[in-house]
């Protein structure tokens, strides 16, 4: 669970820094009989499910029900576990977990509590030997304003390949095998019109790209509310920059960072896979990458996934992109 934590920063760093030492994990279990259903899902067949979902300023967040309980799950390909929200989900016994430290984005965290939870069902998709944590949330439904129940992350997606779809606000989940081959292989009306590779590094997307001609190392997160661009990334990167504004980041524990927002331009992937201009920070993202355990220089989100409809593959460490539709009036 090295990054719990450290997620809940990316997605809400244009507001609040949310590690702090107060902010402990802890974990769950789960029989057979408690399920997550996505009330609002449209079940394919047994391999596909289509799921629409809505966005909380910038974060993707679906509605579900588990323990019957009904809110919000927010997708984020960039927590490792099944996070469940302390507020919601109490833990009544804490004995008999594994225990260890999680670096955080300021400080180092409480001891974590992980546990395996011997099966997890996702709608009609049968899960086993899943990990789930439990972590107090309050902070993000207070300033997000919503009723949230948890975070969906990497140990369940990995299980399928992930369609995220901004134009028709849906992800569409598609079971694969172990080669990361779907079962259902009918799944897209749209045309796939360009691919890229990727490397998972632990659980973390890593990309190799470009600002302008200097090559930089990317990861991808939808749950980055703003992309981040590591400040010692290079003179010359770093003149596409355009910053705008300050903006003071500060976490429950009154530590306080001042990062620079503004714009970056000429980003792309490959010669074919470019894009416009995106919203993004320029900070410091050394401790980040200690939690990540690799070396980034910057980090993707929903600014990335506003410009592409993207394909997650997992097991064939692939991003697969789609046409977007053609808007008429």
């Given at each position: 669970?090295?990054?719990?934590?450290?997620?809940?920063?990316?997605?809400?760093?244009?507001?609040?820094?949310?590690?702090?030492?107060?902010?402990?994990?802890?974990?769950?279990?789960?029989?057979?009989?408690?399920?997550?259903?996505?009330?609002?899902?449209?079940?394919?067949?047994?391999?596909?499910?289509?799921?629409?979902?809505?966005?909380?300023?910038?974060?993707?967040?679906v509605e579900a029900e588990l323990l019957n309980k009904k809110g919000?799950?927010?997708?984020?390909?960039?927590s490792e576990t099944l996070i469940l929200n302390e507020v919601h989900?109490?833990?009544?016994?804490?004995?008999?977990?594994?225990?260890?430290?999680?670096?955080?984005?300021?400080?180092?965290?409480?001891?974590?509590?992980?546990?395996?939870?011997?099966?997890?069902?996702?709608?009609?998709?049968?899960?086993?030997?899943?990990?789930?944590?439990?972590?107090?949330?309050?902070?993000?439904?207070?300033?997000?304003?919503?009723?949230?129940?948890?975070?969906?992350?990497?140990?369940?997606?990995?299980?399928?390949?992930?369609?995220?779809?901004?134009?028709?606000?849906q992800i569409t989940l598609s079971k694969v095998d172990a080669y990361?081959?779907?079962?259902?292989?009918?799944?897209?009306?749209?045309?796939?019109?360009?691919?890229?590779?990727?490397?998972?590094?632990?659980?973390?997307?890593?990309?190799?790209?470009?600002?302008?001609?200097?090559?930089?190392?990317?990861?991808?997160?939808?749950?980055?509310?703003?992309?981040?661009?590591?400040?010692?990334?290079?003179?010359?990167?770093?003149?596409?920059?355009?910053?705008?504004?300050?903006?003071?980041?500060?976490?429950?524990?009154?530590?306080?960072?001042?990062?620079?927002?503004?714009?970056?331009?000429?980003?792309?992937?490959?010669?074919?896979?470019?894009?416009?201009?995106?919203?993004?920070?320029?900070?410091?993202?050394?401790?980040?990458?200690?939690?990540?355990?690799?070396?980034?220089?910057?980090?993707?989100?929903?600014?990335?996934?506003?410009?592409?409809?993207?394909?997650?593959?997992?097991?064939?460490?692939?991003?697969?992109?789609?046409?977007?539709?053609?808007?008429?009036?």
């Open positions: 669970m090295k990054k719990v934590l450290l997620c809940i920063w990316l997605y809400l760093s244009a507001i609040t820094m949310l590690i702090a030492e107060d902010h402990r994990a802890r974990s769950v279990f789960f029989s057979s009989d408690q399920n997550i259903v996505f009330s609002e899902a449209e079940i394919l067949n047994e391999y596909t499910a289509r799921i629409p979902f809505k966005l909380v300023d910038r974060l993707i967040v919000n799950f927010i997708i984020d390909t960039g989900f109490p833990l009544k016994y804490e004995h008999g977990n594994r225990k260890r430290q999680t670096t955080g984005v300021i400080e180092v965290v409480d001891d974590t509590f992980e546990q395996n939870v011997k099966e997890f069902i996702l709608q009609n998709f049968n899960l086993k030997n899943k990990t789930s944590d439990i972590v107090n949330l309050s902070h993000i439904e207070r300033t997000k304003k919503m009723r949230l129940l948890g975070i969906i992350g990497y140990n369940i997606l990995k299980d399928y390949e992930v369609f995220i779809d901004m134009h028709l606000n990361g081959n779907k079962y259902d292989k009918n799944v897209y009306a749209e045309k796939i019109i360009d691919t890229v590779s990727f490397k998972l590094k632990n659980h973390t997307i890593v990309l190799e790209g470009f600002v302008g001609d200097k090559k930089v190392t990317f990861g991808l997160d939808t749950a980055a509310e703003f992309n981040q661009i590591d400040k010692k990334l290079g003179r010359k990167a770093l003149k596409l920059f355009y910053p705008k504004k300050r903006m003071l980041l500060s976490g429950a524990s009154d530590h306080k960072i001042e990062v620079v927002a503004g714009k970056l331009f000429r980003v792309r992937l490959s010669e074919t896979i470019y894009f416009g201009p995106m919203n993004t920070i320029l900070t410091n993202l050394n401790k980040m990458n200690v939690a990540f355990g690799t070396k980034l220089d910057g980090v993707l989100g929903y600014e990335f996934f506003q410009q592409k409809r993207t394909i997650i593959n997992y097991q064939k460490e692939k991003l697969y992109f789609v046409n977007s539709p053609i808007l008429r009036n």
